[in-house]
């Protein structure tokens, strides 16, 4: 398998739509989502590959082979630095700035709780980081990967004010459009035909902490998009040729596909390396939205005991608390023949293409909490940085519940 970059640069507003109904006779207002999904931009990739290479089409096995393509992404790039979403094992006190790192309290005598499953701690402050009530900051949406790795490999739980600086980014700015229907005789205005879309500026983000006194340049950092594509080798000569202007989400809005040399931004830190060599206490960080077949709970953790082995030859972990979101609904549109047994998706010819089940899935920056029973957490850093976790194989392929370790 050959393993590229490819780096995306936006023509106009990305449109990432969330499951809302939209059209004619079901609402005149799209809803859009915060950043693209991991389904999303796996399928533009693929359909980018097609228009961009004369020898594809989708016909005959072209569509079997192009669903084997692995795509992880997209993260904003900037300054040279790749930006993962922020974790919410992340606290920040509005009165002292005080940025604080919760993890799993054990239940004291005469506690309780009413999780899902037995044996799992709250994920909370710790008595001495709540002394005294406040109101929680909104931490920044995106933090640069030196940043994180600082986050996952910190012994201490607390961090000063002035942690969060500029090099933080806050998250995309919102476009929304009002759009009409014309009326081809009369070249006015339909009547009634009225509809509004949003979308995603991203060529900027905005940068943490900015003022609207200060001139763009300040306000504003300039990214790229960054994706990883692990292909097989017949498949990876259309991906190192690619270089094409084609759609990313809905409304047909371009971006530029194009390969790139990033892949040293989505290697492991060497800090993290070293700590996950002596950890018995890890920390799993979603950095993109994960698919478990059992919910929030992933398959290759057993129910009853709550231990597993997240990679094949990785170190068995056992859960003992989770800090996640409220989950989030995914569907969307196959084009290759298909059919689905719970929630499981495998390509049949003889079916027709069709819409996906609609499923939930768990939000990124979502943080699940171990400690290790027994192997080498060394795996985790080596075959387990950003690579997904989520249980279906074609949900894995499609970027869904990339994965960072740390320590707690």
Known sequence: MSVSTLELTA?????????????LGQGNRMRGLSWPLPSVVAGSLRSALVKASPNLDFTRATPVELLR????????????????????DCVWEENSGTVFRVGPVPLQEGEGADFPVPD???????TDQARDDFKVKAVPAWWPLNKYEQWLTMADAELPATW???????????????HICLNAETGTAAEG?????????????????????????????????????TSAEKVSAYVDQLNIWSPL??????????????????????????????????????????????????????????????LGD??????????ISRWRA???????????????????????????????????????????????????????????????????????????WGIW
């Open 330 to 404: 995914v569907s969307g549109w196959a084009y290759a023949p298909h059919s689905e047994l719970n929630g499981r998706r495998r390509v049949v010819p003889e079916d027709s293409p069709g819409p996906k089940a609609i499923r939930r899935m768990v939000p990124a920056g979502g943080v699940y909490f171990f400690e290790k029973v027994d192997g080498d957490a060394r795996v985790l850093a080596s075959n387990g940085w950003l690579k997904p976790v989520s249980d279906a194989p074609h949900d894995r392929r499609d970027g869904f519940g990339l994965a960072v």
């Open 11 to 23: 023509h106009d507003p990305i449109i990432a739509r969330d499951g809302r109904p939209f059209g």
């Open 193 to 229: 035909l009225i509809f509004a879309t949003e979308g995603l500026t991203l060529t900027h983000l905005p940068r943490f902490g900015s003022r609207d006194s200060q001139p763009s340049s300040k306000r504003f950092a300039e990214i790229t998009l960054s994706v990883r594509v």
């Open 249 to 310: 989400g809905g409304e047909r809005r371009l971006v530029h596909w194009q390969r790139s040399d990033q892949l040293r931004l989505w290697k492991c830190p060497d800090a993290v390396r070293t700590v996950l060599e002596r950890a018995t206490r890890i920390r799993m960080v979603l950095a993109s939205p994960a698919i478990f077949d059992h919910g929030w709970l992933p398959a290759w953790l057993d129910s009853r005991s709550l231990q597993g082995r997240p």
């Open 314 to 323: 990785g170190p068995t972990l056992k859960l003992v608390g989770a800090c």
């Open 69 to 88: 393509v692995e795509v992880a992404g997209i993260f904003p790039c900037s300054g040279g630095q790749l930006y993962l979403p922020a974790p919410n």
């Open 164 to 178: 969060f600086d500029a090099m933080f980014l806050d998250a995309a700015k919102r476009d929304i459009r009002d």
């Open 120 to 126: 799992l701690s709250p994920v909370q402050l710790t």
